[in-house]
């Protein structure tokens, strides 16, 4: 139904900035929330960034506030994560993820769980 491919990921020097983008395939994409996580060797899957279906209402874990921004264009079916200021601990593989529901939800889940639609992942590398 919904199909998930990232790019943009890369090798950055700490201080840098890198932008992903994470095109969509289904008709159902503008009514979903989306959401970027990351996941590194070892450890879970954690929520970076989410957006709701419309782009007025976002959430960002204390990680990423003040650093990355989440964006989508619905025309276009694509969410984006604009991340600045990179530091080495951001360091990880990171997945967008469409919400599994179509519910026009007023605030994006933050769950791992609510999120059933998910990229094959891309490589975010910082360097110190």
């Known amino acids: 139904q919904v199909q998930l491919v990232e790019s943009g990921g890369g090798l950055v020097q700490a201080g840098g900035s890198l932008r992903l983008s994470c095109a969509a395939s289904g008709r159902t994409f503008s009514s979903r929330a989306l959401a970027w996580f990351r996941q590194t060797p070892g450890k879970e899957r954690d929520v970076v960034a989410a957006?709701?279906?419309?782009?007025?209402?976002?959430y960002y874990a204390d990680s990423a506030k003040g650093r990355f921004t989440i964006s989508r264009d619905n025309a276009k079916n694509t969410v984006y994560l604009q991340m600045n200021v990179l530091k080495p601990e951001d360091t990880a593989v990171y997945y967008c993820?469409?919400?599994?529901?179509?519910?026009?939800?007023?605030?994006?889940?933050?769950?791992?769980?609510?999120?059933?639609?998910w990229g094959q992942g891309t490589q975010v590398t910082v360097s110190s």
């Open positions: 957006i709701n279906w419309s782009g007025a209402n976002t």
């Open positions: 993820a469409a919400h599994r529901g179509v519910l026009g939800l007023s605030s994006p889940p933050t769950g791992l769980h609510d999120y059933g639609y």
